[in-house]
T-cell receptor, first 115, second 114 residues
C-alpha cells in the first residue's frame, strides 16, 4: 500500500493557461474524490468517481474543469483557461467502499498558484 | 443534501487541559461521521469514524467522539491535550451508501498554550 499519490506537488501557471493534475489512488480502491481547499477552509467537494463512472459534480466545478478516470484507475483533473480564483490546494482521496463501509485516504495535494 | 457545521473557527486551550470541538450535521438519514486532522504541511489524517453501534467512538491519539442523534452532533473530545495536537480539525459526514459523497466542515483551528 503506497498511499494516494498526486502529481505535481506544486504548479505555478499564468492566467489563461491550461493545467492538468494527476492522482493515483491506492490500488483496488473503487472510489476516487477530488476536493479543493483554500487557506483557512475545509476541503470543498468537486467531484467523485465510482470505478470509471463520474457520479456527481459540484456546482463549484465550472465548465472549465473536467475530470476523468479512465479504466477506473488513476484520475486527471484539468482546468482550462485558469483564473486567479483557481489558486488552491487540489486534494485527491480514494476509498474502498465495501457494503456501507468507507474510509477516505488523502494524497498530499497539488498546490496551484495562478499568476 | 448533507451539510456540516463547525461553529468554532479557532479554539485555544492550555497544554494538559481538556478539549471539545463541536460539529453539527444535517442529513435526512443515519449519517456516517468522521473527524480528520490536518497538521501544517501535512495531509488529512483520519482520527475516528462513526458508522453504527456504540455512539461513543474511540480514535487515534487519545481522541474520542460522541454521536448524539437528538442534537445532530458529533463532538470531538480529548481529556488532556498535548502541544503536538495543535492543528486544523475537520468534521465530515457521508451518507454511508454507494451513491453519495463525503463532505467536510470548514474546520476548527486548535491552538495550544504552553
Amino acid at each position: 500500500d503506497t498511499g494516494v499519490s498526486q502529481n505535481p506537488r506544486h504548479k505555478i501557471t499564468k492566467r489563461g493557461q491550461n493545467v492538468t493534475f494527476r492522482c493515483d489512488p491506492i490500488s483496488e480502491h473503487n472510489r476516487l474524490y477530488w476536493y479543493r481547499q483554500t487557506l483557512g477552509q475545509g476541503p470543498e467537494f468537486l467531484t467523485y468517481f465510482q470505478n470509471e463512472a463520474q457520479l456527481e459534480k459540484s456546482r463549484l466545478l465550472s465548465d472549465r474543469f473536467s475530470a476523468e478516470r479512465p479504466k477506473g484507475s488513476f484520475s486527471t483533473l484539468e482546468i482550462q483557461r485558469t483564473e486567479q480564483g483557481d489558486s488552491a490546494m487540489y486534494l485527491c482521496a480514494s476509498s474502498l467502499v465495501v457494503g456501507t463501509n468507507e474510509k477516505l485516504f488523502f494524497g498530499s495535494g497539488t498546490q496551484l498558484s495562478v499568476l | 443534501a448533507q451539510s456540516v457545521t463547525q461553529p468554532d473557527i479557532h479554539i485555544t486551550v492550555s497544554e494538559g487541559a481538556s478539549l471539545e470541538l463541536r460539529c453539527n450535521y444535517s442529513y435526512g438519514a443515519t449519517p456516517y461521521l468522521f473527524w480528520y486532522v490536518q497538521s501544517p504541511g501535512q495531509g488529512l489524517q483520519l482520527l475516528l469514524k462513526y458508522f453504527s453501534g456504540d455512539t461513543l467512538v474511540q480514535g487515534i491519539k487519545g481522541f474520542e467522539a460522541e454521536f448524539k442523534r437528538s442534537q445532530s452532533s458529533f463532538n470531538l473530545r480529548k481529556p488532556s491535550v498535548h502541544w503536538s495536537d495543535a492543528a486544523e480539525y475537520f468534521c465530515a459526514v457521508g451518507a454511508g451508501n454507494r451513491d453519495d459523497k463525503i463532505i467536510f466542515g470548514k474546520g476548527t483551528r486548535l491552538h495550544i498554550l504552553p
